[in-house]
């Protein structure tokens, strides 16, 4: 007799069950601030200095004290000159000194004027419009304060987070170590691109998508490529994976059918403790452990710095299914495991501009693009295989379970500018 149907369970059951489980890895690298974009910061960056170090002018023009400005009328003598990266002599009261932008401004000005405003007869400044104290002054440390947080520990490492990180003069950064993945697909109908499509063949997008996104997330891929459709193929491929990874993450085979190994291997080899999930596209996610060998029979160094389990993703072998569980599952996971601080996606309130008059009773994610009004419009076919449609999309559209949709109607939007960052 076959086990009896359990309940999906909720994608935020899921995630939650998901996130107890992955626990930040230890161990951290220290590498240069040029190459340390999509990493996670491992302890907090302190500045040592302020930013900027010392006032200085916004635009280029003439510094002066406000208060020795009357009126149109007054000219006041231009005693220095004052370019990026000199150091200006005080400026005594009843001066001026032409200074340009990024320019320390002296010591007894507190105002720089917009040469646009200003006339120059001889070495005598007119000023043409009202002067006001501390205009186009970017005052010394307004930016960043000597001894503030720049970067807390837990920041993933964009452009601009390292551009911060330059500025406040760290020219290296102590980010935590990366994940290591290992990689496979099951499927006997799977070839590789560039290899000839023999019929009922079709070829192998999931290990194209999910190497991507993996490396993107700053994770080592460990490829194993195509693993057969056979109970002792699976499990083989799973104790090497355990040998060599910190998670193990597969398309295909984790579904119900005859064919589908990979659930008993993983009980075989470990536990399983999420399967199906109530969500379209994606319901055949799983989740569980995979015993490591013993410390000698490592391949390579240990994961993780010792023994234990091995993380098990199992991902439907539907190239958007696959996609889908990845960005709104794994990629939490995989954040967490780094020690981010922020790990799941921000969701925008748009406007439908389509119909979606029968929902499915799971928790939905259908491909959507941005239309010129700012609305979002709905990619013709939602089916699981279709991966024109995540390529067409701008992003997914969370919609709850059984909530239809009318034209008009706000809706939860995820870019995927924050799925695929």
């Keep these: 007799m076959s086990e009896p149907r359990k309940p999906l369970i909720s994608l935020d ?4 069950t998901l996130l107890a489980q992955v626990q930040p890895l230890a161990g951290t690298e220290t590498l240069d601030t040029a190459d340390a974009r999509g990493r996670v910061l491992a302890v907090d960056l302190v500045s040592p200095v302020d930013v900027p170090p010392a006032d200085n002018s916004a635009m280029d023009g003439y510094a002066l004290h406000s208060a020795d400005w009357a009126d149109a009328s007054l000219a006041l003598p231009v005693t220095q000159r004052i370019p990026a990266g000199s150091v200006p002599m005080p400026l005594p009261a009843g001066e001026a000194a032409r200074i340009f932008t990024g320019a320390q401004v002296p010591a007894g000005a507190d105002t720089v004027v ?10 005598r400044l007119r000023i043409t419009q009202p002067v006001m104290p501390g205009a186009n002054v970017r005052l010394r440390g307004e930016d960043v304060r000597a001894g503030s947080v720049v970067l807390p520990a837990g920041t993933r490492l964009d452009a601009v987070a390292l551009g911060l990180a330059a500025t406040a003069g760290a020219a290296q950064l102590t980010v935590t170590r990366r994940p290591r993945v290992a990689l496979f697909s099951t499927g006997d109908e799977l070839v590789m691109p560039g290899e000839p499509l023999p019929p009922g063949a079709i070829y192998n997008s999931n290990r194209f998508t999910l190497r991507a996104l993996l490396q993107g997330l700053g994770c080592e891929v460990i490829d194993l490529g195509i693993v057969p459709d056979k109970l002792d193929a699976t499990r083989a491929a799973l104790r090497e994976a355990a040998s060599r990874a910190d998670v193990i993450l597969t398309s295909g085979g984790v579904s119900v059918g005859e064919e589908d190994h990979l659930r008993p291997a993983v009980q075989a080899e470990g536990q399983l403790d999420l399967w199906s999930i109530a969500i379209k596209p994606g319901k055949p996610f799983a989740y569980g452990r995979i015993r490591r060998p013993s410390a000698h029979e490592y391949v390579g160094s240990p994961p993780d710095g010792g023994v234990g389990d091995a993380h098990f993703i199992g ?18 996971a995989l954040l967490k495991l780094q020690g981010a601080t922020r790990v799941t996606p921000r ?22 693009r941005l239309d010129d009004e700012g609305g979002l419009a709905l990619f013709t076919n939602q089916s699981s295989g279709v991966l024109t449609s995540a390529f067409w999309a701008d992003g997914l559209l969370d919609n709850p379970a059984g909530q239809a949709i009318q034209a008009g109607d706000a809706v939860r939007f995820i870019p995927f500018a924050e799925l695929l960052a």
């Design 114 to 123: 917009m040469q646009e405003y200003t006339e120059l007869v001889g070495d």
């Design 315 to 332: 991902l439907p072998g539907n190239p958007v299914s696959s996609l889908v569980t990845f960005l709104v599952l794994v990629r939490p």
């Design 13 to 16: 059951d899921a995630l939650a």
């Design 347 to 368: 969701g925008y309130r748009l406007v439908a501009g389509f119909e979606w008059p029968k929902p499915d009773k799971r928790r939905e994610f259908l491909r959507v």
